[in-house]
């Protein structure tokens, strides 16, 4: 069974940083992408940073510049690591793992607040 877990939420002010973690059990990362997907209030699941399984990493415009990933396959984990937040980027955030021939799976989400 596949469980994916979210951590590393909070409550910051303008201009400082996160990271949030993605970890998984019963899969393995090294043949998966792994996707940042967030939901702000009253607005729509939106994709923030993709890592592929070749490693190559892909963000949204919004992001880019200021949120990078970190991938270790060793221990299933992928990091997003947030800089320069602002209060446009609260919202919460999920995971989400696509395994070379296994379904889709998604992690419960973490909150992330940015207050001015």
């Known amino acids: 069974q596949v469980q994916l877990v979210e951590s590393g939420g909070g409550e910051v002010k303008t201009g400082e940083s996160l990271k949030l973690s993605c970890t998984a059990s019963g899969t393995f990362f090294g043949v998966a992408d792994v996707t940042w997907y967030r939901q702000g209030p009253g607005k729509q699941r939106e994709l923030v940073a993709r890592?592929?399984?070749?490693?190559?990493?892909d963000f949204a415009d919004f992001v880019k510049g200021r949120f990078t990933l970190a991938r270790d396959n060793s221990i299933n984990k992928v990091d997003l690591l947030m800089n320069n937040l602002t209060p446009e980027d609260t919202g919460t955030y999920y995971c989400?793992?696509?395994?070379?021939?296994?379904?889709?799976?998604w992690g419960q989400g973490t909150q992330v607040t940015v207050s001015s």
């Open positions: 890592g592929d399984k070749s490693g190559a990493s």
């Open positions: 989400r793992v696509d395994p070379l021939g296994e379904p889709t799976y």
